[in-house]
């Protein structure tokens, strides 16, 4: 009896607590319960994370070229050169964040190193034609392919599950996420419904899921048996471009933890600030 109402007490104080003016409303005490357990705290907590790097959205939208609709992206994060400037140059994250605490994600890796070479890390991502062209050209710089966004980590992964750990694996939940966040990026890079000339202008998207739950490393040793290592940044190289018009042939996706979420700004920041100068400088 002692352990259970340690245990009850402790799941009470994972519930934010409510304003005195809804203490006794019961309704109050209910919602805030069914909040806790959906998506949308980590998707507040995620925009406030990147609020001092660049214009950030919550719940846009892109257009599904596959079913021909509009689908919500959870989180938008855009960075832009001076826009006085023009054209301008810019780099939107777009965030599909994924919540469920007790089940860990897996990042299958590849037992070799990066099948990409370093200037594919660079110019292999979604881009409108002129940044396509920039982007090769500043390849060609060892300081631009060193920057934490395209400096890939040895053994990368080339498949991301979210683990059940149960009998009933249900719906492919990573395999979703990482579709989302992917065409996500099409339509950035795309779009011309708010800017006519839009592609004009330098625009590059990257895919990121954010989890609030584990995230392991799978490989084998060399006896060949599973080896897990865990992370709180890995990334996913997909190679599924065939439902994603304008994809590269290797799609770079960024897997974040909400506790990795402090270093992975600090790394979209000391890439894109660099970027931009040199956009501006030249």
Not at 139 to 149: H, S
Not at 167 to 188: I, M, N, T
Not at 245 to 273: D, H, K, Q, W, Y
Request: aromatic share 8%; with cysteine.
């Amino acid at each position: 009896m002692i352990a259970l109402n340690k245990l009850m007490h402790e799941a009470n104080e994972d519930i934010p607590q409510l304003p005195e003016s809804l203490e006794s409303d019961p309704l109050a005490h209910k919602l805030l319960r069914w909040l806790t357990t959906q998506g949308y705290p980590l998707e507040m907590r995620i925009a406030r994370a990147f609020l001092d790097l660049g214009r950030v959205t919550q719940s846009g939208y892109y257009h599904d070229s596959e079913a021909d609709c509009y689908r919500e992206i959870d989180v938008q994060v855009g960075m832009r050169s001076d826009m006085e400037k023009d054209p301008w140059l810019e780099v939107t994250l777009c965030i599909e964040a994924k919540s469920s605490t007790e089940k860990p994600w897996v990042l299958f890796c590849m037992d070799h190193d990066s099948p990409l070479h370093p200037i594919a890390a660079v110019v292999q991502r979604f881009c409108s034609a002129p940044m396509r062209e920039w982007l090769e050209r500043q390849a060609r710089f060892k300081e631009v392919r060193k920057l934490p966004l395209f400096d890939i980590e040895l053994s990368p992964g080339y498949s991301l599950v979210r683990a059940s750990l149960g009998q009933s694996q249900g719906e492919d939940v990573a395999y979703k996420a990482v579709l989302s966040s992917v065409k996500a990026c099409h339509w950035a890079t795309t779009r011309t419904d708010t800017e006519p000339h839009a592609n004009k202008f330098l625009i590059m998207a990257i895919p990121v899921i954010v989890i609030d739950a584990p995230l392991f490393k799978c490989t084998l040793n060399e006896q060949g048996k599973l080896q897990l290592s865990r992370t709180n940044i890995g990334t996913l190289i997909w190679h599924d471009n065939r439902l994603v018009p304008t994809a590269p042939p290797n799609i770079i996706v960024s897997v974040v933890t909400e506790a990795g979420l402090p270093e992975f700004v600090e790394r979209v920041r000391s890439s894109v600030e660099p970027l931009i100068a040199r956009y501006e400088e030249n």
